[in-house]
């Protein structure tokens, strides 16, 4: 089976204007494949660059090189070279993207904040509210919290707000920040639960877990970024 | 002979000529406001110096002149101006209307319909309807330009939601052959259905303001309005207490100071006329004579 | 209306007071539904930029073409003044940054928010007044407040009232000269999160011009950076806050204060 998505060549480079326009090179030659049904986890040391892979994945970076083919509409577009309205579009139909801290909207209720992107992709409100409702149960969150807005929550309790709504959505692809570092061990436990139900439902998943047990209960294949690292390839 | 230190009409022929020519466009582009280059005239601003520019420019030899304010030939302002151009130009001057040829007035139009070769000469304070909500003439000019009158709707709107109705009595807006929002002058509302096909000629002059506008005979003249709150004219609940006529415009006169009051036609001309036919209202008896001389005039 | 298409298409726009520049050669494009935020400090164009893009300043040169309600793509400054006007006060909305200059003072916030539906032929003081109140509703002024005019008004209720007062006509293009500039913080969030809600609810496209990059972040999903009149950077929103490429927008992202 093709892989929905293809990591080819990819190569982050920052370049730091403000001291003096040093390079930092953090990513050389990087590839791998998504496959369908599957979760990778990208793994290595901290500073490796886990988190840049994944944000250019998510087009939040830019990718200072190489390609990153995806299946989108039934077509492949390169996303390292999409223009923005593309790469939003992919996000609103193709990939999925749990973010480690919740960017917090100014008062909107956890509810509404998990429903969004189903009313953004045309769901009727209740519908969206009430599946809402159903992974916040899930996820244990009181049920007192769900019409307050998540700015005054605690770490744990923002991000099961945030995988929440990262999860109510059925993108074929989903990328995954470190979904669990806040949370207690039966909180883990649903969140890897999830995950293994997006894979029988068929997604493509790709995570950063630095908790090794979650790694292990999910990880179909784990991604070394440390050969991507740019001082090797330069060897 | 002192007026024969005058020109005919006061103002020279070359001023007549151009506020002529203003009038002209003004026939031609009826509502439109042209401007024209007001004179200074030998009275103040506020008592009718366009009116009386307007008069002048268009007053032959043979005219007949009648003028009016607030319905009456025998207020100040009407005695004044009647005076003047029986001085400055000599022409005979009358209080019938049916007489009258050129009849200048100030917030009213006569009862008596107007026949066709009749000119009504309005005085006009402010002659901008906008004025109102844009203070900025150089928009207000664009908003006439393109036709931007929502303004208007906006201060009626304002009128219904703090009084529950329309209760713009008088200077009430207009469209004239559904172009130009013209402003009637201060004449009560009432008056306004004269104004729709009129057989006369009218004429507006703001001396102040330099405007001068105009309705030729047979103009299609709308008061503006609301579907659901439709344009209506004032009703008095009784008949002028001298003549007895209904469906005219009515002026209320104190009697006394003990809150005595009686309701009479503002247009003193009609009113006699009828009187003189033999209409009588209810307290024509006793206060004929007192209150066609000493009228006390509702002050708009 | 074909979303594919732009609904405006900014070309080589360029404004230059004799030798100086207010902003030059600008180009981009506005998609129906999309908000795009141009930042820039104090003297940077994008003020000048909005004005050249919304007819209310003609360039020196360029271009600015616009999709019409009827699929046709015409030249700003070729339509005719009364189109112009006409579009403005239609299909278009202007929020400026003071109130008392997009609003009428003097008269009730009822007719601030009729007024559009009168100049476009609306004779039912009922309907009127229901579209009116259901607007103020929508922008959380309490219908109690229909005959009060603005002048009683808040900072922060006058900001909102002048939105709903441009969105009464259901525009598709609604441009916003930094609306939330001199409101306190927490009026700010709550105005914020309304123009967030009514963008989406009602599709709308919009430019934004701020110099705040957090309203930036909240509302739009394009940027455009200027610095001294020229576009430095433009992209993708978080793009270009998470990760800059651009000399100066490193500089303004990592000016900003973080709580």
């Known amino acids: 089976m093709s892989p929905v998505l293809t990591v080819s060549g990819l190569?982050?480079?920052?370049?730091?204007?403000?001291?003096?326009?040093?390079?930092?090179?953090?990513?050389?030659?990087?590839?791998?494949?998504?496959?369908?049904?599957?979760?990778?986890?990208?793994?290595?040391?901290?500073?490796?660059g886990k988190s840049s892979i994944l944000k250019m994945l998510y087009g939040n970076y830019a990718a200072s090189g190489g390609s990153i083919p995806v299946r989108h509409r039934g077509a492949e577009i390169d996303l390292a070279s999409a223009d923005p309205r593309t790469v939003l579009d992919i996000r609103r139909e193709t990939i999925g993207y749990v973010s480690q801290f919740l960017r917090v909207v100014p008062r909107v209720g956890a509810l509404d904040i998990v429903a969004e992107p189903l009313v953004e992709r045309g769901m009727d409100r209740d519908e969206a509210a009430r599946r809402a409702a159903d992974l916040l149960a899930r996820l244990n969150l009181p049920e007192r919290l769900w019409s307050l807005p998540p700015a005054t929550f605690s770490g744990g309790e923002q991000q099961r707000v945030n995988i929440a709504r990262g999860f109510i959505t059925e993108h074929p692809i989903l990328l995954l920040d470190e979904p669990t570092a806040s949370l207690d061990a039966a909180n883990r436990a649903v969140v890897v639960e999830m995950i293994a139900e997006k894979k029988r439902a068929g997604a493509a998943l790709l995570g950063i877990f630095h908790d090794t047990d979650v790694r292990n209960a999910v990880a179909d294949i784990v991604i070394d970024v440390t050969s991507f690292a740019p001082d090797k390839k330069a060897a | 002979m002192t007026a024969a230190t005058y020109n005919f009409a006061?103002?020279?022929?070359?001023?007549?000529?151009?506020?002529?020519?203003?009038?002209?466009?003004?026939?031609?582009?009826?509502?439109?406001?042209?401007?024209?280059?007001?004179?200074?005239?030998?009275?103040?601003?506020?008592?009718?110096?366009?009116?009386?520019?307007v008069?002048?420019?268009?007053?032959?030899?043979?005219?007949?002149?009648?003028?009016?304010?607030?319905?009456?030939?025998?207020?100040?302002?009407?005695?004044?101006?009647?005076?003047?151009?029986?001085?400055?130009?000599?022409?005979?001057?009358?209080?019938?209307?049916?007489?009258?040829?050129?009849?200048?007035?100030?917030?009213?139009?006569?009862?008596?319909?107007?026949?066709?070769?009749?000119?009504?000469?309005?005085?006009?304070?402010?002659p901008e309807p906008l004025r109102f909500l844009e203070p900025r003439e150089t928009e207000t000019r664009k908003m006439h330009a393109l036709e931007e009158y929502g303004l208007m709707h906006v201060k009626l709107y304002e009128d219904i939601a703090r009084n529950g109705h329309i209760a713009t009595t008088y200077a009430y807006p207009v469209k004239v052959e559904g172009r130009y929002v013209m402003d009637p002058s201060p004449t009560p509302k009432f008056d306004n259905p004269k104004m729709h096909m009129s057989e006369a000629l009218q004429l507006f002059g703001a001396g102040r303001e330099k405007r001068i506008y105009a309705l030729p005979p047979h103009t299609d003249v709308v008061s503006l309005d609301f579907e659901d709150h439709p344009f209506e004219v004032q009703r008095f609940d009784r008949p002028c207490a001298l003549c007895g006529a209904e469906q005219v415009y009515l002026d209320e006169v104190v009697l006394d100071d003990r809150g005595g009051r009686m309701f009479v036609c503002s247009d003193s001309d009609h009113c006699e006329t009828r009187q003189a036919e033999g209409f009588r209202g209810e307290l024509a008896g006793e206060k004929l004579d007192a209150s066609t001389s000493d009228r006390t005039e509702e002050v708009i | 209306m074909d979303r594919d298409l732009p609904l405006l298409s900014v070309r080589s726009v360029t404004k230059s007071y004799g030798a100086r520049i207010g902003c030059a050669d600008v180009s981009f494009d506005v998609w129906p539904g999309e908000v795009v935020a141009i930042v820039g400090e104090s003297g940077s164009g994008k003020t000048t930029l909005l004005n050249c893009i919304s007819t209310r300043l003609e360039?020196?040169?360029?271009?600015?073409?616009?999709?019409?309600?009827?699929?046709?793509?015409?030249?700003l400054y070729r339509l005719g003044e009364a189109e112009r006007r006409f579009l403005l006060r239609t299909d278009?909305?202007?929020?400026?940054?003071?109130?008392?200059?997009?609003?009428?003072?003097?008269?009730?916030?009822?007719?601030?928010?009729?007024?559009?539906?009168m100049a476009v032929g609306q004779r039912h003081y009922g309907n009127i007044r229901a579209t009116a109140t259901d607007w103020l509703g929508r922008v959380e002024i309490g219908a109690d407040r229909i005959d009060d005019q603005p002048r009683s008004f808040s900072g922060g209720m006058r900001q909102r009232l002048q939105i709903a007062r441009n969105l009464v006509t259901a525009p598709r293009l609604v441009f916003m000269d930094e609306p939330t500039g001199g409101l306190d913080v927490s009026v700010q969030a709550r105005l914020l999160d309304l123009l967030r809600g009514l963008v989406h609810d009602l599709g709308l496209a919009v430019i934004i011009v701020t110099h705040d990059l957090a309203v930036a972040r909240l509302l739009s999903h394009r940027m455009i950076v200027m610095k001294d009149g020229r576009v430095v950077?433009?992209?993708?929103t978080d793009r270009l806050l998470d990760d800059p490429q651009a000399p100066y927008t490193q500089l303004l992202v990592s000016s900003i204060l973080q709580v």
């Open chain 2, 55 to 126: 008069t002048a420019a268009i007053l032959g030899p043979d005219d007949v002149l009648k003028v009016i304010d607030q319905g009456a030939d025998d207020t100040t302002n009407a005695v004044s101006i009647r005076k003047f151009f029986q001085r400055v130009a000599g022409i005979e001057t009358t209080t019938n209307t049916a007489d009258a040829t050129i009849i200048q007035t100030r917030h009213r139009i006569p009862e008596t319909p107007l026949q066709e070769g009749q000119v009504l000469v309005y005085q006009v304070p402010i």
């Open chain 3, 59 to 75: 360039p020196t040169a360029g271009t600015v073409s616009y999709r019409m309600r009827d699929g046709e793509m015409r030249d």
């Open chain 3, 92 to 117: 278009w909305g202007f929020v400026h940054q003071n109130p008392a200059d997009g609003l009428r003072m003097t008269v009730s916030a009822g007719a601030n928010v009729g007024e559009r539906l």
């Open chain 1, 11 to 48: 190569a982050k480079t920052f370049t730091m204007h403000l001291r003096g326009g040093i390079e930092l090179p953090v990513i050389a030659n990087a590839g791998f494949a998504l496959h369908a049904g599957t979760c990778a986890v990208l793994g290595g040391r901290s500073g490796a």
């Open chain 2, 10 to 53: 006061y103002l020279d022929e070359q001023t007549k000529r151009m506020i002529r020519r203003a009038i002209l466009k003004g026939i031609a582009i009826p509502g439109y406001q042209v401007p024209f280059a007001s004179r200074e005239m030998p009275m103040p601003y506020g008592w009718g110096t366009g009116g009386v520019q």
């Open chain 3, 233 to 236: 950077e433009h992209g993708l």
